[in-house]
C-alpha cells in the first residue's frame, strides 16, 4: 500500500495511450544507460534509453537490452555486435563509460513485431547509422542541466 495523500488526479492530464510508433528511421540520442541485472541473475545488461528528436514521434522513448555480461557467448557476441553498431553511428569508437554514449544524434531503425506472451504490437529497434557526416555532438554539459539556458530557451539540447 502507498500513501497518495495530496494527489488530486483533477489537477494532472491523464497519460496518452501509446501505440507503438510506425516502423521506420528515427533521429535519436541516448538519454540514459545503466547496467542492470538479467532476470536469472546469471549475468547483466546494458539498458540504453533512446529519445527520438525529430518529427512527429519526437520525445517519444524506446529500450535497448544488451547482453554485455553473459554466460552465453552467443548472447554476448550479439550484444557485443549491437554496441559497435551504436558506437559507429554516434561516431564514438571507444567508448570509456555508457555515458560516452549519451546526446549524439543518430538513426534508429525502428521495426514493429507481435509479443508472442501477449500477441501485442510493440516496436524494436533493428539498427543504427550516422545522422551525417557532419552532425556535431552535444555537449554532456548542455543536457546535465534540465533547467532552462541564459536564452530562457526550454528547448532540449540539441534543438538549441
Known amino acids: ?18 501505440e507503438p510508433i510506425p516502423a521506420g528511421k528515427y533521429v535519436a540520442v541516448v538519454t540514459d544507460s545503466e547496467m ?17 528528436i525529430e518529427g512527429e514521434c519526437a520525445n517519444r522513448l524506446l529500450w535497448v537490452r544488451l547482453n554485455l555480461d553473459n554466460p ?3 548472447a554476448v557476441e550479439i550484444a557485443r555486435r549491437e554496441l559497435s553498431s551504436i558506437c559507429h553511428a ?11 554514449l549519451h546526446n549524439l544524434p543518430c538513426f534508429i531503425h525502428v521495426r514493429v513485431k507481435r509479443r508472442s506472451d501477449t500477441g501485442e ?3 524494436e529497434v533493428k539498427g543504427y547509422s550516422r545522422r551525417d557526416a557532419t552532425a556535431q555532438p552535444i555537449a554532456a554539459s548542455e543536457v546535465a542541466s534540465s533547467t532552462p539556458d541564459a536564452s530562457g530557451s526550454d528547448a532540449p539540447p540539441w534543438k538549441r
Open 1 to 18: 500500500m502507498a500513501n497518495l495523500n495530496g494527489f488530486n488526479a483533477n489537477e494532472v492530464e491523464p497519460a496518452d495511450d501509446l
Open 90 to 100: 554516434v561516431g564514438v569508437m571507444v567508448p570509456t563509460d555508457s555515458t560516452d
Open 36 to 52: 542492470k541485472p538479467t532476470k536469472s541473475g546469471t549475468g547483466n545488461y546494458l539498458q540504453l534509453t533512446f529519445q527520438i
Open 72 to 74: 552465453n557467448g552467443t
Open 121 to 123: 504490437l510493440q516496436n
